[in-house]
């Protein structure tokens, strides 16, 4: 009897033997096969404007070594003849190794979806969009490994409506335990769609401000005027009164001014024009009104109103700057005297 004709495990040697030679040399043909395409497409998705080859790679990227061999080893089993059960938990084992393929995968699309749209954002708009990006790329990665999870857990005849059900009461108790990072979470999402700010934003929350810098799935950080870095959770930061400088697109000015007691009439009657004659002609500037406003305690009032066309910061504190050097000049030019705060004692003699 020729020994390839022995049997063993109700398959002859020879089949083992053919068996075994397909699954190793399909699975060596197709490590190669992979190694030799992936790098020819990534050259081709260099130079090509299409977007199916750009999709292509992290396919192949994705590809793992051991799905290689779970399908070497299918078509290496077509040749034997296996016992029922046996043939079961392989058919088993083979599908999780497909649902697992399946989910890297996913994973590598929407990875790489997510980090060429991202690329994208930044290029165009300094990546005000990125954290939307991270936040749903994770959502539908989470989604998709729980569906396929699923899918796995019914092949293996797992009841799954009790499953879900035991897994409903148990996420409460999780959802409790995990609910502030949980709400970090949503409240990105939240800043993510809702935009109250984005990076780069000045922004000033309660007694801090300053520029933002980076916003996380769990927190933000902004740079504050003095140089530290400061550290808001989404949560609170949302549950807090944000003004936002960035989105400025004109700043209203009102200051006062005030003159002593016992000055002419005439002059106080030229203040406003005064005022006005020096605010007017001033570039991104747009003047509004100035009146006589209030008798004080100590001062004849006056009230100003000006418009800075521009959001700059710095432009309107020069712009103030101005105004306030200008007046000065002038009051001093017409004999008018500024107003501060003095108590006048008198003394009754007998």
């Known amino acids: 009897m020729d020994i390839l004709d022995k049997m063993f495990l109700e398959n002859s ?19 190669l096969a992979r190694k030799l395409v992936k790098g020819r497409l990534k050259r081709l998705a260099e130079k090509s404007t299409t977007r199916l080859d750009d999709y292509l790679v992290p396919l192949l990227e994705g590809t793992h070594w051991f799905s290689i061999l779970a399908l070497g080893l299918w078509l290496g089993s077509q040749f034997l ?68 999870a699923l899918i796995a857990l019914d092949n293996l005849d797992v009841e799954i409506s009790s499953l879900v059900t035991s897994l409903g009461i148990g996420g409460i108790a999780v959802a409790l335990a995990v609910q502030n990072i949980l709400g ?12 109250p700010f984005s990076i780069g934003d000045f922004i000033v929350v309660d007694d801090f401000e300053g ?5 996380g799935l769990k ?54 024009g005064m005022v006005e004659e020096i605010i007017k002609p001033l570039p991104n500037v747009r003047f509004e009104r100035a009146h006589f406003k209030n008798l004080g305690e100590y ?19 020069d712009i103030q700057q101005q105004i306030n050097l200008a007046l000065y000049q002038r009051f001093e030019k017409e004999g008018i005297e500024f107003a501060y705060p003095t108590q006048t004692v008198l003394v009754e003699s007998e």
């Open 299 to 317: 001062s004849l009032d006056f009230a100003v109103v000006y418009y800075v066309l521009v959001p700059d910061y710095a432009l309107y504190l």
């Open 219 to 272: 927190s933000t950080r902004v740079r504050s005027l003095s140089g530290e870095e400061l550290v808001f959770s989404n949560t609170d930061l949302l549950n807090s009164r944000i003004r936002n400088y960035k989105r400025l697109e004109k700043r209203r000015i009102s200051f006062s001014v005030g003159v002593v007691y016992g000055t002419a009439a005439e002059k106080l009657e030229k203040i406003p």
């Open 184 to 195: 970090d979470l949503f409240a990105s999402l939240s800043i993510a769609l809702d935009k």
């Open 13 to 31: 040697l020879r089949l083992w033997l053919i068996g075994a030679g397909t699954a190793i040399g399909v699975f060596l043909l197709l490590l």
């Open 81 to 148: 003849q296996l016992p029922g059960e046996t043939q079961l938990w392989f058919s088993r084992v083979l599908q999780i190794l497909l649902i697992l393929q399946l989910g890297f995968w996913g994973t590598g699309l929407i990875s790489d979806y997510i980090s060429r749209t991202v690329a994208l954002k930044i290029e165009k708009d300094r990546g005000e969009d990125a954290t939307t990006l991270d936040a749903m790329g994770l959502i539908g990665k989470i989604a998709m490994w729980v569906i396929l």
């Open 211 to 215: 520029n933002v810098e980076d916003i």
